[in-house]
């Protein structure tokens, strides 16, 4: 942490550098779970793509669905633009299927499941349990046991472990599994919206995913359904050298509701890992989607050693008029971050969000932001960024907003706030901007100085300063968006509220 | 990749074999052959370029230009009202017999040429120098090809305070001229200049401007660009400030087929300012681009873009402005605005305002938005018996007088104010 003590400058008040010290001083999952694992063979090729659909008890559309990704993946580059710099990747000297041994025969319930596992995301306070409360949280005794109630898929490398709360969900309809579950027992689903979002060969790392994606999870909420309970996947990296490439997909039908929850944690090791997984949403009309992630991998050593590249392609698709789509996501983690949530906004009337806070301390590198693509009428997107940037991270902005010629009286408006703490680190903004007809509005800030300014002259007239005003509103979005989030993650996100806007940069 | 990276070097070579280096050895030699080596290196722009995403260099790179049809403003050119020291190029060559004696109290004119015969001359630290530490971290390819192939230009060095600004005017007479022209200057210590420049030059400009402000120096430029409908140009300007220097650019843009200005400002001495400014009104086929690099590398300076653009019927406005923060130039002061004004629902406007930032004591920012023109603005001013087209008019001029402002000079902002209502006058018609 000691570059974090020079030159902290006037201006920025002990409480912001103690949070973020103690968000990113420690890194309190690097611990490593003892397990006997079976690996497929080290590297990439047809061989190791028919072995994980094999392993995956995969129909032969699918298999051949990923090695056509395979192929285009392999006259691919990999890309160079972020703002990023990180060695070479060797895609050949690292495993792409990693199975814990005890998970070879396929565990009919929770109560089967290696009793090493659950305490592997017990001590993560992941309830695997359904009559289990989140731990560790305080008062959650006295909340009411409805409340609290949240459906889990928890993935360990390759596999998923286990999905809690599946016959209650079913009752009301919605399907929550493993997305290889969803492959075998839902493939009219599957193949009709895998790739949809996200087609096979978008980009150099979502090309990989698909050819090679393990696990992950598949949401279906039915038309109408306000989905019961919170959905959350933990997504856990436990052995060496071996890559975690997982892909979720949510489909919201018709007038649906849904809420997903993200976590991720691996040990500390020497050498970095890669991590590159796509995630697909579908918002039909009137649906509602909240994904929210608190994003953190093994960000590496003080002097950066090791830790996770997260090359993560993220992308919701609001096919539906008046649909909706949230993204929030707390980014604490992973060596080098590339990774943008996007929102198609296609319906007319649909909506899109994205809550962002990104902190790199140390050699961080995060090179993070949204796309947010107009093309329905009267759409609304709103992008909050908040960057803070301490030791020798660099940490980088990186959006787009585009409004079509068809995509009429639509709005965004874009706030990008950025924090250095210590003159060795550096925060960066890259937005692109593209408006292509008259009546759709688009404002870009990179100030502290204007947010909506009927909301600063309604706290103004109230007698507040235009600091104090400004922190209630930004912290007021904020603090909405992250109360969505499971108690312990909202706990762990609430102290970044605190962090004070003074001394910001765009 | 390979493929692609052919096509560049065939569109590179296609276009040198076309182009004449002027001859001659010494210094200036040496410097085109840098120039074509950093040229050849990075091969002419396309479009998969990161920074011509959003304009189309093919035009610009072509052999030879579109020949664009000559055009009679009928009106008095920008400037005439100011008393100025002449300097007239036609179709990109120096015209002497139009142009006022070159000789005047605190400063050195003479042509690029003249400059270059000489072996030992001050031209020679700064032809193609603030050009190729412009190449980095973003390649600018036709600045490369300018230094290389320039055929003309003026090299002007200031010592005290200039009694009158010098005005570059540039006549276009032959419908397929390509010009590619080549200025230097240098304000010495305390020194001051104001530099206008006005005309659409050629069918086809590439220019590059160099300009080396040495501390306590002061450079003020402004610029209209010609009206003529039909003409493209690509425009550099690299600056670097001295301590305590100021540097001040102001350029407006009225129609033009296709129109590049790229400006690149290096602070480098403690306490510099520097400001750039552009207005651009646009109607139909215009298609406009500001790209705009400072950095900040120094302590304790300033730097303002402020870029407007009033856009209809088609019209296509982009601005790509980035303020770069290197490690130490604590206490910048960075500001940055880029706006578009779309009177209708075709014209377009794509932009880019990047910050990079690696000091920690700084106030860095930047704004940019796009939309109609305000309908409450609007109806207030039509509630007080406006006409339409006359508030339209009025609120065109206020979205613009941000920029306007920038100008120091009262007289010459008038001159330009003149210009802007005139055009939205034209239009009106």
């Known amino acids: 942490m000691t570059a974090m003590?020079?030159?902290?400058?006037?201006?920025?008040?002990?409480?912001?550098?103690?949070?973020?010290?103690?968000?990113?001083?420690?890194?309190?999952?690097?611990?490593?779970?003892?397990?006997?694992?079976?690996?497929?063979?080290?590297?990439?090729?047809?061989?190791?793509?028919?072995?994980i659909s094999r392993k995956n008890e995969e129909p032969e559309w699918m298999t051949e669905w990923r090695l056509s990704a395979f192929r285009r993946w392999q006259q691919m580059e990999e890309p160079r633009w972020a703002m990023v710099r990180y060695p070479e990747i060797d895609y050949q000297d690292q495993y792409y299927y990693a199975k814990p041994k005890s998970m070879q025969e396929k565990p009919k319930s929770l109560d089967e499941v290696d009793p090493r596992l659950l305490a592997t995301y017990e001590k993560l306070g992941i309830p695997l349990r359904e009559q289990m409360i989140l731990a560790g949280v305080e008062g959650a005794e006295e909340a009411p046991a409805e409340a609290r109630r949240v459906a889990v898929d928890a993935v360990f490398d390759s596999v998923s472990v286990?999905?809690?709360?599946?016959?209650?969900?079913?009752?009301?309809?919605?399907?929550?599994?493993?997305?290889?579950?969803?492959?075998?027992?839902?493939?009219?689903?599957?193949?009709?919206?895998?790739?949809?979002?996200?087609?096979?060969?978008?980009?150099?790392f979502a090309t990989l995913n698909s050819a090679v994606f393990s696990d992950g999870s598949f949401v279906y909420v039915p038309p109408g359904v306000r989905c019961p309970m919170e959905l959350s996947t933990y997504f856990r990296i436990n052995a060496e050298n071996t890559g975690q490439f997982e892909r979720t997909l949510i489909i919201a039908d018709k007038g649906s509701y849904v809420s997903y929850l993200e976590g991720c944690t691996a040990p500390r090791r020497e050498t970095s890992q890669l991590h590159a997984?796509?995630?697909?949403?579908?918002?039909?009309?009137?649906?509602?989607?909240?994904?929210?992630?608190?994003?953190?991998?093994?960000?590496?050593?003080?002097?950066?050693?090791?830790?996770?590249?997260?090359?993560?392609?993220?992308?919701?698709?609001?096919?539906?008029?008046?649909?909706?789509?949230?993204?929030?996501?707390?980014?604490?983690?992973?060596?080098?971050?590339?990774?943008?949530?996007?929102?198609?906004?296609?319906?007319?009337?649909?909506?899109?969000?994205?809550?962002?806070?990104?902190?790199?301390?140390?050699?961080?590198q995060a090179d993070t932001g949204t796309k947010m693509v107009h093309l329905g009428r009267n759409t609304r997107s709103r992008i909050v960024s908040k960057g803070i940037s301490a030791g020798h991270a660099q940490n980088t902005y990186r959006g787009l907003v585009s409004m079509h010629p068809r995509a009429k009286n639509s709005r965004n408006y874009t706030q990008c706030d950025s924090l250095l703490i210590g003159d060795k680190c550096g925060a960066h903004t890259v937005p692109y901007i593209e408006v292509k007809n008259n009546s759709s509005r688009v404002e870009h800030e990179a100030t502290t100085s204007k947010v909506d300014d009927d909301q600063l002259f309604y706290c103004r007239s109230r007698g507040m300063d235009e600091e104090e005003a400004l922190a209630l509103i930004v912290n007021g979005f904020a603090k909405e968006v992250l109360q969505a989030l499971p108690m312990e993650f909202a706990m762990e996100a609430q102290q970044l509220v605190a962090i004070s806007l003074e001394g910001s940069v765009g | 990749m390979m493929a692609l990276a052919q096509a560049k070097r065939a569109a590179t070579e296609a276009r040198l074999a076309a182009l004449e280096i002027p001859a001659g050895g010494g210094w200036a030699a040496r410097a085109r052959e840098e120039a074509l080596a950093r040229l050849r290196e990075t091969g002419l722009p396309a479009r998969r370029d990161e920074y011509w995403r959003y304009t189309d260099p093919v035009a610009l790179n072509a052999p030879a230009p579109e020949p664009a049809a000559l055009f009679d403003p009928q009106e008095p050119m920008p400037f005439s009202e100011v008393d100025r020291l002449k300097v007239v190029f036609v179709d990109g060559v120096f015209d002497p017999e139009a142009s006022d004696d070159l000789s005047m109290a605190g400063i050195e004119i003479e042509r690029l040429a003249e400059a270059a015969a000489r072996d030992i001359h001050w031209a020679k630290d700064l032809y193609g120098v603030l050009e190729a530490r412009g190449q980095s971290p973003v390649p600018r390819p036709l600045a490369a090809l300018n230094t290389a192939a320039a055929t003309d230009g003026i090299v002007i060095r200031v010592t005290g305070k200039a009694p009158r600004p010098v005005a570059l005017i540039y006549l276009h007479r032959s419908e397929t001229s390509d010009a590619v022209l080549?200025?230097?200057?240098?304000?010495?210590e305390g020194a001051e200049l104001t530099l206008l420049e006005n005309g659409p030059a050629a069918a086809?400009?590439?220019?590059?401007?160099?300009?080396?402000?040495?501390?306590?120096?002061?450079?003020?430029?402004?610029?209209?660009?010609?009206?003529?409908?039909?003409?493209?140009?690509?425009?550099?300007?690299?600056?670097?400030?001295?301590?305590?220097?100021?540097?001040?650019?102001?350029?407006?843009?009225?129609?033009?087929?296709?129109?590049?200005?790229?400006?690149?400002?290096?602070?480098?001495?403690?306490?510099?300012?520097?400001?750039?400014?552009?207005?651009?009104?646009?109607?139909?086929?215009?298609?406009?681009?500001?790209?705009?690099?400072?950095?900040?590398?120094?302590?304790?300076?300033?730097?303002?873009?402020?870029?407007?653009?009033?856009?209809?019927?088609?019209?296509?406005g982009v601005f790509q402005g980035k303020i770069l923060v290197r490690p130490g130039a604590q206490k910048t002061d960075g500001y940055q605005i880029s706006q578009a004004l779309l009177l209708d629902d075709d014209s377009q406007f794509l932009a880019k305002p990047e910050l990079e930032i690696y000091a920690d004591d700084v106030i860095c920012s930047h704004g940019s938005t796009s939309g109609a023109i305000d309908e409450t603005a609007m109806f207030y001013l039509r509630s007080r018996g406006v006409p339409r087209d006359e508030a339209q008019d009025l609120l065109v001029i206020a979205f613009l007088a941000e920029a306007i402002d920038e100008i120091d000079d009262e007289a010459i902002a008038d001159d330009i104010l003149a210009r802007l209502q005139a055009w939205l006058a034209r239009r009106r018609r």
């Open chain 1, 162 to 204: 286990g999905t809690t709360f599946k016959e209650e969900l079913a009752k009301a309809g919605v399907i929550f599994c493993s997305i290889s579950e969803a492959i075998r027992e839902h493939p009219e689903l599957v193949r009709k919206y895998l790739g949809s979002v996200v087609p096979q060969s978008d980009n150099f």
């Open chain 1, 277 to 364: 997984a796509v995630v697909e949403i579908v918002a039909l009309e009137d649906a509602e989607v909240k994904y929210s992630t608190v994003q953190n991998w093994y960000p590496g050593d003080e002097e950066g050693k090791g830790g996770i590249f997260n090359f993560v392609t993220k992308r919701a698709d609001c096919r539906g008029d008046r649909s909706k789509v949230m993204w929030t996501q707390v980014e604490t983690g992973s060596a080098v971050t590339w990774k943008y949530p996007s929102c198609i906004l296609r319906g007319d009337e649909s909506q899109g969000e994205f809550y962002s806070i990104a902190i790199t301390n140390n050699y961080q």
């Open chain 2, 204 to 316: 086809r400009l590439n220019k590059v401007l160099e300009v080396d402000v040495a501390d306590g120096g002061a450079f003020h430029h402004v610029r209209a660009q010609g009206r003529d409908h039909e003409r493209r140009a690509a425009t550099h300007i690299f600056a670097r400030l001295g301590e305590k220097s100021v540097f001040k650019s102001f350029t407006l843009t009225v129609n033009g087929k296709l129109t590049r200005n790229e400006t690149v400002i290096e602070l480098t001495g403690d306490n510099a300012v520097a400001h750039v400014a552009g207005a651009a009104l646009g109607d139909a086929d215009f298609h406009h681009d500001d790209t705009v690099f400072i950095t900040h590398d120094a302590v304790e300076c300033e730097s303002r873009q402020v870029f407007k653009k009033v856009l209809r019927n088609g019209a296509v």
């Open chain 1, 5 to 51: 003590d020079d030159n902290i400058r006037e201006g920025v008040d002990r409480e912001t550098v103690e949070t973020v010290r103690s968000m990113a001083g420690k890194y309190k999952y690097g611990w490593e779970t003892e397990i006997e694992t079976e690996f497929a063979p080290k590297g990439v090729n047809e061989e190791i793509v028919r072995l």
């Open chain 2, 182 to 188: 080549h200025h230097l200057v240098r304000v010495e």
